[in-house]
């Protein structure tokens, strides 16, 4: 029964270490100001009024493109980084 446990413990081990950590970015537009810029965690929002231009952006440099498509759009009065 031991030997199983640890079996089934390693298995359940390599599972969790093969599966990639996955961290969703957004990209948020501050209304007060019109400025964006790229949010590390699109569930854990900032205080004050923002719109979301984009969420679940899978790699931070997804979510610079994305900010610099809003800037040539004119979405956005400046980007922050």
């Known amino acids: 029964m031991k030997r199983f446990a640890l079996a089934l413990g390693v298995v ?8 990639p950590a996955r961290a969703d970015f957004a990209v948020l537009k501050f209304k007060d100001t019109g400025a964006c810029r790229a949010w590390f ?3 854990a929002k900032p205080w004050g009024n923002y719109q979301v231009l984009w969420v ?3 790699t931070w440099d997804a979510a610079q493109t994305k900010g610099a498509y809003a800037m040539k759009h004119h979405w ?5 980084k």
Do not use: E, M, R
């Not at 359940?12 to 599966?19: C, R």
């Not at 956005?76 to 922050?80: A, L, P, S, T, V």
């Open 12 to 19: 359940a081990l390599g599972i969790a270490a093969s599966v």
């Open 41 to 43: 965690d699109h569930a």
């Open 56 to 58: 679940s952006t899978p």
């Open 76 to 80: 956005c009065k400046d980007w922050y």
